[in-house]
């Protein structure tokens, strides 16, 4: 399954997003630390969750490094996080 997919489907299954877009930047880190050969090493996550209410963004993406642990452990070099509001706009 691509990275891509593994991590929607965990971020999915973990906070049942109102929106989430699992983004591969990879394309624009060629030639950086971590990038490989077709791609899926940097990634931009954007998410709304009613679970992050209430949350300090320092804790909102310590809860996405959370479920994600083994694709940072490996494939994933480099993962932005944008947390949006529950309800939008998005």
Do not use: Y
């Amino acid at each position: 399954m691509p990275v891509k997919d593994t991590i929607a489907e965990k971020l999915t299954r973990s906070f049942a997003p109102t929106h989430l877009e699992v983004i591969d930047e990879s394309n624009k880190h060629f030639g950086h630390a971590g990038w490989r050969e077709g791609g899926e090493t940097h990634f931009r996550v954007r998410i709304a969750a009613r679970q992050f209410a209430g949350m300090t963004r320092v804790a909102q993406h310590r809860a996405v490094m959370d479920v994600l642990r083994g694709e940072m452990d490996n494939p994933v070099h480099a993962l932005a996080i944008e947390v949006l509001p529950p309800d939008g706009p998005f």
